[in-house]
T-cell receptor, first 115, second 108 residues
């Protein structure tokens, strides 16, 4: 197991286009998290899944954003009608359980640039 | 509201000198606190968590509830400690709330 993987690693898109990112968590991890990180900031929570159920969403996740984890394995994050303010690093993390005993393992991120 | 403050954006020390990275938090309940580290061109990874009270790579952090702080310390900094350090809080939810990070540079 090589850890959490994310694809693509980089995405350049024009304003108004839709983009979709994929995250493959560590196998047997039932929790999957999405964070966004902009320049000079720490990661900010977007949403998380326990298996296929989306249990929490941040107010940052506007109606242009949607995340899915259809079979409780990989997850996708879609951004519709991208805006320049969506330019950021999108991070995915997974964990085996709840609470501080279970580490959140992060992927390498997908860097989105909206021109 | 949950908030994590790391007052120093940049911190520069010489090899062998002590280092302290400051972290203050705001949370009304009992928080769980972490330090994450990101080395150059690597992914974010957990350095230590307060609940385990362990020392990792010579780093320790003590939760001070009175001062709402969780400062990261190392008595003798090494060049390989140069990295971006993030303090994070988990409280009442599974999400992590991160500070803005401190970039530590250890000079030879």
């Amino acid at each position: 197991d090589t850890g959490v993987s994310q694809n693509p690693r980089h995405k350049i898109t024009k304003r108004g286009q839709n983009v979709t990112f994929r995250c493959d968590p560590i196998s047997e991890h039932n929790r999957l998290y999405w964070y966004r990180q902009t320049l000079g900031q720490g990661p900010e929570f977007l949403t998380y899944f326990q298996n296929e159920a989306q249990l929490e969403k941040s107010r940052l996740l506007s109606d242009r954003f949607s995340a899915e984890r259809p079979k409780g394995s990989f997850s996708t994050l879609e951004i519709q009608r991208t805006e320049q303010g969506d330019s950021a690093m999108y991070l995915c993390a997974s964990s085996l359980g709840r609470g501080s005993s279970y580490e959140q393992y992060f992927g390498p991120g997908t860097r989105l640039t909206v021109t | 509201a949950q908030r994590v403050t790391q007052p120093e954006k940049l911190l520069s020390v010489f090899k062998g000198a002590p280092v302290e990275l400051k972290c203050n938090y705001s949370y009304s309940g009992s928080p769980e606190l972490f330090w994450y580290v990101q080395y150059s061109r690597q992914r974010l990874q957990l350095l230590l968590r307060h609940i385990s009270r362990e020392s990792i790579k010579g780093f320790t952090a003590d939760l001070n509830k009175g001062e709402t702080s969780f400062h990261l310390k190392k008595p003798f900094a090494q060049e390989e400690d140069s990295a971006m350090y993030y303090c994070a809080l988990q409280g009442g939810s599974e999400k992590l709330v991160f500070g803005k990070g401190t970039k530590l540079t250890v000079n030879p």
